[in-house]
């Protein structure tokens, strides 16, 4: 049976962080439950839709999976605008990812984004690697808790806390629709 909705909302996601730390399948893990372990770099941008009902209404959810490579950095500056949550991602075992999240911010805030505004998740992936960590959990948690940002530890690729993070991430975003409804009906 088809469910009715009251109100048809859209809203936009980014997700930001270095080359390789697992933008990509983190988004892909949660959209469609797998993994893919060749690495294929985000040229640019990839934008990908997910609907999901909330209350009374359903929810699209524009991805837009920004590259982290620097060379599309002319390339990613549009797309920093009028988003409503930020996927911020770092791989646990190069501690120069986690590092360079202080670049990603002065990023998008110079491109226009008021990430106090947003709601920000930090994602500390790769967490299935033993032995090669160099952030400690706590480390990314006290700055992620400084920022105003919620810190999760995830795995892409065991699927471990992925569910959680977005999960937490969507329903903040949603609770910020509630107040500006019709910025966001559709
Ligand atoms: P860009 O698009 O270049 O910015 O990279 P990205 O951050 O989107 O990285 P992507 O998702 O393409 O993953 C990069 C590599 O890391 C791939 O080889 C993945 O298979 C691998 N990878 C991603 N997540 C995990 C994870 O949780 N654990 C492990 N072990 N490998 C992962």
């Known amino acids: 049976m088809k469910a009715n909705y009251t109100n048809k909302l859209s809203i936009k996601l980014i997700s930001i962080g270095d ?18 372990s060749d690495y294929i770099t985000t ?3 990839d934008y990908g839709v997910k609907k999901v009902p909330f209350n009374d209404s359903l929810v699209a959810i524009n991805i837009f999976d920004l590259s982290g490579d620097d060379d599309y950095k002319t390339v990613r500056r549009p797309y920093y605008k009028d988003t409503l949550g930020v996927l911020m991602v ?3 075992n190069i501690r120069s990812t986690f590092d360079n999240l202080n670049k990603w911010e002065k990023e998008a805030e110079s491109s ?5 505004k947003c709601i920000v998740i930090v994602v500390g992936n790769k967490s299935d690697i033993k ?4 952030v400690k959990a706590e480390t990314a948690k006290e700055w992620a808790r400084n920022k105003g940002y919620h810190f999760y530890e995830a795995s892409a690729k065991t699927g471990a806390n992925v569910s959680e993070s977005f999960k937490y991430l969507f ?4 609770n910020r629709t509630i107040d500006n409804r019709s910025k966001y009906v559709y």
Do not use: H, P, Q, T
Request: hydrophobic share 35%.
């Open 19 to 36: 080359v390789e730390v697992g933008k990509s399948c983190l988004i892909k893990r949660y959209c469609e439950g797998s993994f893919v």
């Open 43 to 45: 040229i640019g941008i």
């Open 90 to 92: 770092y791989d646990i």
């Open 112 to 116: 226009g984004l008021d990430l106090s």
């Open 131 to 134: 032995n090669k960590r160099e």
């Open 171 to 174: 329903e903040g975003m949603f």
